[in-house]
């Protein structure tokens, strides 16, 4: 084996060396890296907590959305059904007012003719006792010329 150590130029400081590394790998691990992989695994810990409680939020979050639109869509078919509602109540109204409208159009109009006739009657016996006076007038005018 000293053979070997000497054509590899290894002597004794070599596995001196190589203990105090040793024992400086361990003491290091121990004290350095070991703390330092606790911090890294605790920190992957908290990254992976994080992580599932932000899905869980989103999660939340979507079923709150979820919610929210149903909610909203049903009131909007409320609102839309009760607009539909109104609106045939108006169209109900506005034909009743219409008709009534046109009742009286017509009531006014059937007065107005009926006066009218009224008037023409009148008119017409006042023009025809007119008519005999004045056919009366002429047929004593005529008279009386034809006896001077």
């Known amino acids: 084996m000293n053979e070997l150590l000497e054509q590899l130029s290894l002597d004794q400081t070599f596995f001196t060396e190589l203990a105090l590394v040793a024992v400086t790998f361990l003491a290091l691990s121990q004290f350095y890296f070991k703390p330092f992989l606790e911090l890294i695994e605790?920190?992957?810990?908290k990254t992976v907590e994080d992580r599932?409680?932000?899905e869980r939020i989103?999660?939340?979050?979507?079923?709150?959305l979820a919610q929210y639109q149903r909610?909203?869509?049903?009131?909007r078919a409320r609102i839309k059904k009760q607009f539909e509602v109104a609106l045939q109540e108006a169209k109900k109204q506005e034909s009743l007012i219409l008709?009534?409208?046109?009742?009286?159009a017509k009531r006014l109009t059937q007065e107005a003719v009926d006066a009218?006739?009224?008037?023409?009657?009148?008119?017409s016996a006042q023009i025809q006792a007119e008519v005999e006076q004045f056919a009366q007038s002429i047929s004593e005018r005529l008279l009386s010329r034809?006896?001077?």
């Open 42 to 45: 605790a920190r992957h810990k």
């Open 52 to 54: 599932e409680s932000a």
């Open 58 to 64: 989103a999660q939340q979050a979507e079923a709150k």
């Open 71 to 75: 909610t909203l869509g049903a009131e």
């Open 99 to 104: 008709s009534q409208a046109r009742e009286e």
């Open 116 to 123: 009218v006739h009224k008037q023409r009657e009148g008119l």
């Open 146 to 148: 034809g006896n001077r």
